[in-house]
């Protein structure tokens, strides 16, 4: 009588065990969401053409390997909150490009929407202007066209002017 107890307890033990994992698994657990991803929206300000730029600081950024070509000034100067980069992408590309202005520490001063082939932006508008002669970095990042998926970037390091 008594192992019958016993095998009939331990029958029941292991089915409350069964259900408690099932429902531990189904029920329980932190499920991590993956963020939903938001496309950066296209810059309003956006030209179409090659914008004439008579200052010889307008840069052509291009190295063995990249997925595409772009032109900006590596000059930066600052006025009333705004500086003239006439950020380009050439025609001939078949990537949407983004600039990002950041400080030493990565915060983020300035920042375009995505620009098509064929397309330039003259100004951007800075969030936060730091003192003439800080270190800052230009990161040109490169999107396929409707996909989204990375085509690369490049950073460019130089300092602020006034």
Not at 48 to 71: C, E, H, L
Not at 113 to 119: A, F, Q, S
């Amino acid at each position: 009588m008594k192992s019958k107890n016993k095998l009939i307890t331990m029958c029941v033990v292991c089915v409350l065990s069964v259900i408690g994992m099932i429902l531990t698994l189904t029920f329980g657990g932190k499920k991590q969401k993956t963020p939903e991803f938001t496309p950066p929206p296209f810059e309003v300000s956006a030209q179409n053409g090659i914008p004439d730029v008579r200052d010889n600081s307008w840069t052509k950024i291009y190295q063995d390997g990249m997925s595409f070509t772009a032109y900006i000034c590596g000059r930066v100067n600052v006025n009333d909150m705004c500086a003239d980069l006439y950020f380009t992408n050439i025609a001939e590309n078949t990537v949407w490009l983004k600039l990002r202005i950041s400080d030493g520490k990565d915060n983020i001063l300035s920042e375009t929407g995505l620009i098509r082939p064929g397309e330039y932006v003259k100004s951007v508008r800075f969030i936060h202007v730091p003192s003439a002669g800080s270190d800052i970095k230009l990161k040109i990042m490169a999107y396929e066209a409707d996909t989204y998926y990375s085509a690369g970037a490049v950073s460019l390091n130089t300092t602020l002017g006034f």
